[in-house]
């Protein structure tokens, strides 16, 4: 479908627009219920009343304090992942080229280890993990650099390299004391238990920067899938498209990971199901980020209830979800 | 003395440790039909590459009309000069009508995304590639000869006045080959530049009107096929023994192969 106004033309895939509403719709529903429902119920009405800020003080604090902050810390995490996640898979024409598989949420996870170790705030480890994560794409990057690099070496050493670095978190975390050990331990899950507005912001912010920057290097990504040569015969700048791409997506995951902790199988999973939702050929971020954003908040309200009163974290679940994804996506590979 | 919008002087090409061509010095002619033949191995498709500014020469330089190669915006190269490569990756759930339309990259911009030009170069582009037919197709479903017209009509639908095609007629049966070579043929006609890799010799000669041939990273003879197709040269470059006729058709060189001694006759 074409929209043409004057000199522009803009394509769309109706069916990409309706499965985006769709998810949008999904987002919006679960938050509502994740910030409506808990130990302490609030009608729809009473929650939208607190939102706009005249709701009863009581209702102020479990929505816009507790819960609100929550969802969309889950929200942006979830999308930030999910863009991350299609923006690498597309890199390495693999769906183990994500940021979880290729070392990157790993090294954001030894960061953090540092950090907790270090005994730093909630702030640091933070910091500590977005560090890690962009050194660490920096030596995965610098290791698979020969003369540009190719998909199918990022993936390799990166698997490598996010075997080592498991190890260095597994070695870290017996040296630690028993209390910075469960510390560590409790962020490594992945939880968005206890997250407040200064954890949604930075996401946000980093949403707000990369996404542009995202949906501008879209196209050119799409061209590059068909091979360097072909892209590059069509005009693409190549090297220039994918160093800003994966600036972007190691951004993305670092902050995220920064937010939420190393939540894994996200960042695998949203392009996938985007990809087979939209039916759209190549990279699909819009789609990608709505369905991250989806399965984070989905999976963090399952968690809360499943077992309520107990509540799991988060990545509990994805890492359960998740991986029987990824055995159904191999299983379909293979013919 | 013919003019060239396309040439390289002096190349150095190589692919890390593995020195692939020095010294070597290219010039298309404008409005020709040139066919690029060889033995495996001996640098075809890197010189390809390297004209299409997708390989960087060690030393020396290409240039495109009077400019070094690299120093014009990529875009505007790609609205100038094609490339078929030997070998593309087809995007997982691609259709032939999407692939074709990528084609049209290099003029098109974020706001710009499918104007009806656009629309009429990819329909002319599977038209004359006979891929219209299959449109709403998988790309990843096709036979690897409809693949192959279906990548041909992407470089098609770039419509650039110079086209390079690196074996634009692998995977094609008898028929097909002849008409995509056809196909070149009228675009030749229609006033384009082309440069294809074939690999046979009896094809190059009817079409060329410009036949460069290469044997270890160095051309060692190119002009009208006519004039310098000998059975010396295909024994030195293919180390083939052959005889050479006129070509009932064209008049154009043919090679006919030397008929190897049968050996003792079977027990
Ligand atoms: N990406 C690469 N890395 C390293 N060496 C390469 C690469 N591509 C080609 N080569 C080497 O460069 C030489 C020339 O290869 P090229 O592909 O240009 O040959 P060609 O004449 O096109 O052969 P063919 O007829 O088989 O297509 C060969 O020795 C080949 O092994
Ligand atoms: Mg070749």
């Given at each position: 479908?074409?929209?043409?106004?004057?000199?522009?033309?803009?394509?769309?895939?109706?069916?990409?627009?309706?499965?985006?509403?769709?998810l949008?719709l999904?987002?919006?529903?679960?938050?509502?219920?994740?910030?409506?429902?808990?130990?302490?119920?609030?009608?729809?009405?009473?929650?939208?009343?607190?939102?706009?800020?005249?709701?009863?003080?009581a209702?102020?604090?479990?929505?816009?304090?507790?819960?609100?902050?929550?969802?969309?810390?889950?929200?942006?995490?979830?999308?930030?992942?999910?863009?991350?996640?299609?923006?690498?898979?597309?890199?390495?024409?693999?769906?183990?080229?994500?940021?979880?598989?290729?070392?990157?949420?790993?090294?954001?996870s030894?960061?953090?280890?540092?950090?907790?170790?270090?005994?730093?705030?909630?702030?640091?480890?933070?910091?500590?993990?977005?560090?890690?994560?962009?050194?660490?794409?920096?030596?995965?990057?610098?290791?698979?650099?020969?003369?540009?690099?190719?998909?199918?070496?990022?993936?390799?050493?990166?698997?490598?390299v996010?075997?080592?670095?498991?190890?260095?978190?597994?070695?870290?975390?017996?040296?630690?004391?028993i209390?910075?050990?469960?510390t560590?331990?409790?962020?490594?899950?992945?939880?968005?238990?206890?997250?407040?507005?200064?954890?949604?912001?930075?996401?946000?912010?980093?949403?707000?920067?990369?996404?542009?920057?995202?949906?501008?290097?879209?196209?050119?990504l799409?061209?590059?899938?068909?091979?360097?040569?072909?892209?590059?015969?069509?005009?693409?700048?190549?090297?220039?498209?994918?160093?800003?791409?994966?600036?972007?997506?190691?951004?993305?995951?670092?902050?995220?990971?920064?937010?939420?902790?190393?939540?894994?199988?996200?960042?695998?999973?949203?392009?996938?199901?985007?990809?087979?939702?939209?039916?759209?050929?190549?990279?699909?971020?819009?789609?990608?980020?709505l369905?991250g954003?989806?399965?984070?908040?989905?999976?963090?309200?399952?968690?809360?209830?499943?077992?309520?009163?107990?509540?799991?974290?988060?990545?509990?679940?994805?890492?359960?979800?998740?991986?029987?994804?990824?055995?159904?996506?191999?299983?379909?590979?293979?013919? | 003395?013919?003019?060239?919008?396309?040439?390289?002087?002096?190349?150095?090409?190589?692919?890390d440790?593995?020195?692939?061509?020095?010294?070597?010095d290219?010039?298309?002619?404008?409005?020709?039909?040139?066919?690029?033949?060889?033995?495996?191995?001996?640098?075809?498709?890197?010189?390809?590459?390297?004209?299409?500014?997708?390989?960087?020469?060690?030393?020396?330089?290409?240039?495109?009309?009077?400019?070094?190669?690299?120093?014009?915006?990529?875009?505007?190269?790609?609205?100038?000069?094609?490339?078929?490569?030997?070998?593309?990756?087809?995007?997982?759930?691609?259709?032939?009508?999407?692939?074709?339309?990528?084609?049209?990259?290099?003029h098109?911009?974020?706001?710009?995304?499918?104007?009806?030009?656009?629309?009429?170069?990819?329909?002319?582009?599977?038209?004359?590639?006979?891929?219209?037919?299959?449109?709403?197709?998988?790309?990843?479903?096709?036979?690897?000869?409809?693949?192959?017209?279906?990548?041909?009509?992407?470089?098609?639908?770039?419509?650039?006045?110079?086209?390079?095609?690196?074996?634009?007629?692998?995977?094609?049966?008898?028929?097909?080959?002849?008409?995509?070579?056809?196909?070149?043929?009228?675009?030749?006609?229609?006033?384009?530049?082309?440069?294809?890799?074939?690999?046979?010799?009896?094809?190059?000669?009817?079409?060329?009107?410009h036949?460069?041939?290469?044997?270890?990273?160095?051309?060692?003879?190119?002009g009208?096929?006519?004039a310098?197709?000998?059975?010396?040269?295909?024994?030195?470059?293919?180390?083939?023994?052959?005889?050479?006729?006129?070509?009932?058709?064209?008049?154009?060189?043919?090679?006919?192969?030397?008929?190897?001694?049968?050996?003792?006759?079977?027990?």
């Amino acid at each position: 479908m074409t929209v043409r106004l004057g000199p522009w033309s803009v394509r769309l895939a109706p069916r990409a627009l309706l499965v985006c509403a769709a998810l949008a719709l999904a987002g919006c529903t679960v938050a509502v219920a994740a910030v409506a429902t808990g130990e302490y119920t609030l009608p729809v009405r009473d929650v939208l009343a607190a939102l706009t800020g005249d709701g009863t003080p009581a209702a102020d604090l479990v929505v816009s304090r507790l819960r609100a902050p929550r969802v969309v810390t889950g929200l942006l995490v979830g999308a930030a992942f999910g863009v991350s996640g299609a923006i690498f898979q597309s890199l390495t024409r693999n769906p183990l080229g994500s940021p979880d598989f290729i070392g990157f949420t790993a090294g954001a996870s030894t960061g953090g280890i540092l950090a907790v170790v270090a005994g730093g705030s909630a702030m640091t480890i933070a910091g500590g993990a977005l560090a890690g994560c962009v050194t660490t794409a920096a030596l995965v990057y610098a290791l698979a650099f020969r003369g540009g690099v190719a998909g199918h070496r990022l993936v390799l050493v990166g698997i490598g390299v996010n075997a080592l670095l498991l190890a260095v978190n597994s070695y870290l975390l017996t040296r630690a004391n028993i209390n910075d050990a469960a510390t560590a331990g409790a962020w490594l899950t992945g939880s968005l238990s206890g997250r407040g507005w200064d954890h949604a912001v930075p996401v946000a912010v980093a949403l707000a920067v990369l996404l542009p920057v995202a949906a501008v290097a879209a196209r050119p990504l799409r061209m590059i899938e068909m091979g360097d040569d072909a892209a590059r015969a069509a005009g693409v700048r190549v090297e220039a498209v994918r160093a800003a791409a994966v600036a972007a997506g190691v951004l993305l995951s670092g902050t995220a990971t920064a937010a939420a902790g190393p939540v894994v199988f996200v960042a695998l999973a949203a392009p996938q199901v985007a990809r087979r939702l939209t039916r759209s050929p190549g990279v699909t971020l819009g789609a990608s980020a709505l369905v991250g954003a989806v399965l984070l908040t989905g999976a963090d309200l399952a968690a809360q209830r499943l077992l309520a009163p107990t509540q799991l974290p988060v990545g509990v679940l994805t890492a359960g979800i998740g991986g029987a994804y990824l055995a159904l996506l191999l299983r379909k590979e293979r013919h | 003395m013919t003019v060239s919008r396309l040439s390289a002087g002096d190349l150095t090409l190589a692919y890390d440790q593995r020195v692939v061509a020095t010294g070597l010095d290219v010039a298309i002619p404008d409005r020709s039909f040139t066919v690029i033949v060889g033995p495996n191995a001996c640098g075809k498709s890197t010189l390809l590459r390297a004209l299409a500014r997708m390989l960087k020469p060690r030393t020396g330089a290409v240039h495109l009309d009077g400019s070094v190669i690299t120093s014009l915006p990529s875009k505007e190269v790609a609205r100038r000069l094609g490339l078929l490569p030997q070998s593309s990756i087809v995007p997982d759930g691609i259709t032939v009508a999407d692939l074709v339309a990528r084609g049209r990259y290099p003029h098109q911009r974020l706001m710009r995304q499918w104007s009806r030009a656009d629309e009429a170069a990819v329909a002319e582009a599977m038209r004359s590639t006979d891929v219209a037919d299959l449109a709403d197709r998988l790309v990843d479903e096709l036979s690897g000869g409809q693949r192959q017209r279906v990548w041909l009509a992407m470089a098609l639908a770039q419509e650039t006045p110079i086209l390079l095609l690196d074996e634009p007629t692998t995977f094609l049966d008898i028929a097909h080959q002849i008409e995509v070579l056809d196909l070149c043929a009228d675009l030749h006609e229609a006033g384009r530049t082309l440069v294809a890799v074939l690999h046979d010799l009896n094809q190059a000669c009817r079409y060329a009107t410009h036949l460069v041939v290469m044997k270890a990273g160095e051309v060692v003879a190119e002009g009208e096929p006519g004039a310098v197709v000998t059975p010396e040269l295909v024994g030195h470059v293919f180390g083939l023994r052959c005889e050479i006729i006129e070509d009932p058709q064209t008049g154009t060189p043919l090679i006919v192969p030397e008929a190897r001694r049968r050996a003792s006759a079977p027990a």
